[in-house]
C-alpha cells in the first residue's frame, strides 16, 4: 500500500521532466549581417520536426500563439522569430533602434530582402539544438509566406511549406522566381476568397505553383473570407496539421472550408462557434487605391 504515492510521485516527476523537456523559451540568434533577432523556442517530441513560424508585415511572433498551442499538442516543436524592425527585434547592427517603418520599401537589397539571413540565422540556431533542416517545414504568414517559399527554394532539403496569403510582391520580396525554383515537393497554399486583388494574385500564384511544383505537390485551402495569419483558425489548424502528417487532404464535405489538390474552390463561408484562444479577428476592410501605400499596407 505504502509504493503506490511513491509511484504516483514518480509518475509525476517523470510527467514534470517531461512538461519542463517541452517548455517554451526566449532565445536569440544572430543573423548573418548582425542583427540579433529575438525569437520563442519550443523544443519537439521525440523525432518529431520543427515549425519555422514567419510572420507577416507589420506583424510580429504573436501572430501564431494560439497555433502554437496546436502544434504543442500534436508534438511539434517551433521556432517563431520577430524579424529584423519587428517585435523584439529592434536593434540594429550599429546599436540603434530600428523598426520597420525605417525600412525602405523598394529594392531588391532593401531590409525586407535582407529577412532571409534572419531565416538563415534561424536554420543555424535550430542546428545547435539537433535540429536538421530536413526536420524543419515553414509556417508563413504574407511577407512570411514569401520569404518561406523563397527559403524552400534554396533549401532544397527543407520538406514542405504552408504559405498563408501569398503574393507577388511584398515590399520587393517576390514570389514568383522562388515558386519556380521550390522543386517537386509538398506546398500548402491558403487564402482568403473577400479580397478581390489578393485573390487573384494567388490564383495566378497556384497555377504557378501547380506548373512548377507539379498539380498532385500543391494543395489550396480556401476560405470565403480573411487574410494573413487570421485565416489560421481552429478548423484551419486542424486540416494544417493533417496535411503535414499526409501532405494530402482526404475529401471533405460540409465544411467552411475546400481542400484541392491542385486545383481552387471556395464555399460559402460561416461564423465558427466561440472558443477562447480561437477568436475569428473582424478583418478591415481594403484601403481603396493602388500603389506603393497598397503594397505596403500589405
Keep these: 500500500m505504502k ?48 515549425a519555422l513560424l514567419l510572420h507577416s508585415h507589420k506583424g510580429s511572433s504573436a501572430e501564431w500563439r494560439a497555433f502554437q498551442e496546436q502544434l504543442k499538442r500534436y508534438g511539434y516543436g517551433w521556432l517563431a522569430p520577430d524579424l529584423r524592425g519587428h517585435g523584439r527585434s529592434v536593434v540594429d547592427p550599429s546599436g540603434s533602434t530600428v523598426t520597420w517603418k525605417n525600412f525602405r520599401s523598394g529594392g531588391s537589397d532593401n531590409e525586407y530582402n535582407k529577412m532571409i539571413r534572419d531565416v538563415d540565422g534561424a536554420l543555424v540556431f535550430l542546428s545547435t539544438r539537433a535540429v536538421s533542416t530536413e526536420n524543419v517545414f515553414i509556417v508563413g504568414s504574407i511577407l512570411g509566406a514569401n520569404l518561406g517559399i523563397k527559403t524552400a527554394a534554396i533549401y532544397k532539403e527543407i520538406p514542405r511549406v504552408v504559405a498563408v496569403s501569398p503574393v507577388l510582391n511584398v515590399n520587393d520580396v517576390l514570389v514568383v522566381n522562388p515558386l519556380r525554383a521550390y522543386g517537386r515537393k509538398p506546398l500548402l497554399m491558403l487564402a482568403g476568397a473577400n479580397r478581390e486583388r489578393q485573390f487573384k494574385e494567388f490564383q495566378l500564384l497556384n497555377d504557378i505553383a501547380k506548373l512548377s511544383c507539379g498539380p498532385e505537390n500543391v494543395t489550396t485551402l480556401v476560405e470565403a473570407r480573411g487574410f494573413g495569419s487570421e485565416l489560421v483558425n481552429r478548423y484551419s489548424a486542424r486540416r494544417i496539421l493533417d496535411w503535414l502528417g499526409n501532405s494530402r487532404f482526404p475529401p471533405v464535405v460540409g465544411s467552411s472550408s475546400t481542400y484541392v489538390t491542385g486545383g481552387l474552390e471556395t464555399v460559402p463561408w460561416e461564423p465558427p462557434a466561440a472558443e477562447e484562444d480561437w477568436t475569428e479577428a473582424e478583418e478591415a476592410a481594403p484601403a481603396e487605391g493602388t500603389g506603393e501605400n497598397e503594397k505596403n499596407d500589405r
Excluded at 521532466?17 to 540579433?36: H, I, L, P, S, Y
Aim: aromatic fraction near 6%; charged fraction near 15%.
Design 3 to 50: 509504493a503506490l504515492p511513491l509511484t504516483l510521485a514518480a509518475l509525476l516527476c517523470a510527467g514534470a521532466a517531461r512538461a519542463q523537456q517541452r517548455a517554451e523559451e526566449a532565445v536569440t540568434f544572430q543573423a548573418a549581417d548582425g542583427w540579433t533577432i529575438h525569437a520563442d523556442y519550443l523544443a519537439p517530441a521525440e523525432g518529431a520536426p520543427v
